[in-house]
């Protein structure tokens, strides 16, 4: 697997963490990329207008997506504005890596 840090681009926002996502690495396409960052963020991948490597590269095809290294942090630029609420970030217990019973655990 290759982990990457991943975010919607938005400087507005006084939080914008990062999450990790998990991409096989016999799968490595920009499309594959683009389908499991918009999933994890609760996007809709229409509203991708690009997919910035940080700081300053834009990835546009597969040969791109290859040469990622573990960690590296993406952000997803959207086309549409923060006024038009076209996506909504999922809540830490609708998140796939989200595990309730290590939730509950008391010490």
Do not use: W
């Not at 396409?29 to 999933?39: A, D, G, M, W, Y």
């Not at 959207?78 to 796939?96: A, G, I, M, Q, Y």
């Amino acid at each position: 697997e290759l982990v990457l840090k991943v975010r919607i681009q938005n400087p507005n926002l006084r939080e914008n963490d990062f999450i990790e996502i998990e991409l096989d690495r016999q799968e490595l396409t920009f499309k594959e990329l683009l389908r499991v960052s918009c999933h994890e963020l609760g996007v809709n991948p229409e509203h991708v207008q690009k997919i910035r490597k940080l700081p300053n590269t834009m990835l546009r095809k597969d040969k791109d997506v290859a040469r990622l290294q573990d960690f590296q942090e993406l952000e997803l630029v959207l086309t549409v504005s923060d006024k038009n609420l076209l996506f909504r970030v999922p809540t830490l217990s609708e998140r796939s890596g989200y595990n309730k019973k290590a939730s509950e655990l008391t010490y």
